[in-house]
């Protein structure tokens, strides 16, 4: 072999080794794009979940005298009572503890309070906390290492009555709130926490001559994330009346849904999602339907338009055994570029259930991983 040909087979072999170096780190950075993108768009998971106030309010509406109207409040009291509260927030920990959110929208974390004797005060005035599902469910996050906030908490349904007990007349006050939680660690930047109730709302007539106004709420926070903003809100529409609920859609969609950075709203719409048939009354509404038409994205149709992903709902006692889980009315909506990584339920199995046999909620939560793209 002469030198000239030693020398070009030295050379074509260092090409080869550059080539197969070449091949390696396009392979390499083939495999890294989607983790290097997710870190620049800022990855986040959020959560919606419905505690459940645990009782019935049917029976105190349609109470035709006196002595029924508080027996029904005394009952619906004890119901709720009986629905394990702190082992409940247990379970709704253990959930949070295995999605890690970065964002919570929660419903009917409900205050549940009394004063003996009765005043029967036209204003709701109980002041002894017999129940905070809020506060049991960050002593159950703090029990485990977990740093939780409250962002915002409003107050929609503040209704106050007297039940009917073995010790006499009690005040039983029922107080509804929509809450935004955060995790502490998750390196948000949060501004303008605001919150309100909805102008559509129902009251209704009682027996003891005292019309119940029924508000529901909504609670939003605007977030800076990885040099991105956005809007996150949490909503429970009504569960009642279908012009009511989508009155309600509408005001939050000119309202705080009116706003130009992207917007993630969560939370109990009350309006089936996988319904085919509209009739008016929830959870057949429109409603769903109206907010895509807005422009809206649905998370849970954007991952897994296969599964039904049904969240409601349990019975009230949240004992039967086997779930009656049959609508999807918990979303996470979405409008803006975002891109859903995963989409996932909890509280949905029979593994879910309390040692007692009670489900953690009478509806599954929804967990949501979003990357938000350019351009946010």
């Not at 509406?61 to 709720?80: L, Y």
């Not at 036209?122 to 002894?128: F, L, M, V």
């Not at 915002?152 to 939680?181: H, M, N, S, Y």
């Not at 001559?209 to 956005?230: E, I, K, M, T």
Request: overall charge negative; hydrophobic content about 45%.
């Amino acid at each position: 072999m002469d030198r000239f040909t030693h020398s070009a087979g030295r050379q074509r072999g260092r090409t080869s080794q550059h080539a197969l170096l070449l091949v390696l780190l396009v392979s390499i950075f083939t495999l890294v794009p989607t983790a290097t993108t997710r870190a620049a768009g800022g990855e986040l998971t959020v959560m919606t979940r419905n505690l459940s106030f645990g009782t019935d309010l049917a029976p105190i509406i349609s109470a035709t005298n006196e002595f029924e109207f508080v027996t029904a409040v005394a009952v619906a009291f004890d119901q709720a009572q009986s629905t394990d509260f702190p082992g409940r927030a247990k379970a709704w920990a253990d959930e949070i503890e295995r999605a890690s959110p970065d964002l919570v929208g929660l419903q009917e974390a409900v205050l549940w309070r009394t004063q003996s004797p009765a005043d029967f005060s036209p204003t709701p005035n109980a002041t002894t906390v017999r129940a905070d599902l809020v506060e049991l469910l960050l002593a159950a996050l703090s029990s485990r290492g977990l740093k939780y906030e409250v962002v915002f908490a409003q107050t929609g349904t503040d209704i106050e009555a007297p039940g009917l007990f073995p010790t006499g007349l009690v005040d039983v006050r029922l107080t509804q709130r929509e809450v935004i939680l955060v995790r502490k660690s998750a390196g948000l930047k949060l501004i303008n926490a605001q919150g309100g109730q909805y102008a559509a709302r129902l009251t209704v007539p009682t027996v003891i001559g005292v019309p119940v106004a029924l508000p529901w709420a909504w609670a939003s926070v605007d977030v800076r994330f990885h040099g991105r903003s956005f809007r996150f809100a949490t909503t429970h529409l009504d569960r009642i009346s279908g012009v009511a609920q989508q009155l309600q859609a509408n005001e939050f969609m000119a309202g705080p849904g009116n706003t130009t950075l992207p917007i993630v709203w969560v939370g109990d719409f009350n309006s089936d999602a996988e319904g085919t048939v509209i009739t008016g009354v929830p959870s057949a509404t429109a409603t769903y339907e109206s907010i895509i038409a807005a422009g809206y994205a649905d998370a849970w149709s954007a991952r897994r338009a296969l599964d039904p992903g049904f969240t409601c709902c349990q019975a009230t006692n949240l004992l039967n055994p086997t779930s009656t889980l049959t609508e999807r009315v918990d979303l996470v909506l979405m409008r803006g570029p975002f891109h859903v990584g995963k989409a996932s339920l909890v509280g949905d199995e029979a593994s879910d259930r309390l040692p007692s046999g009670l489900w953690p909620s009478d509806h599954a939560g929804v967990v949501v991983n979003l990357e938000l793209e350019s351009g946010s």
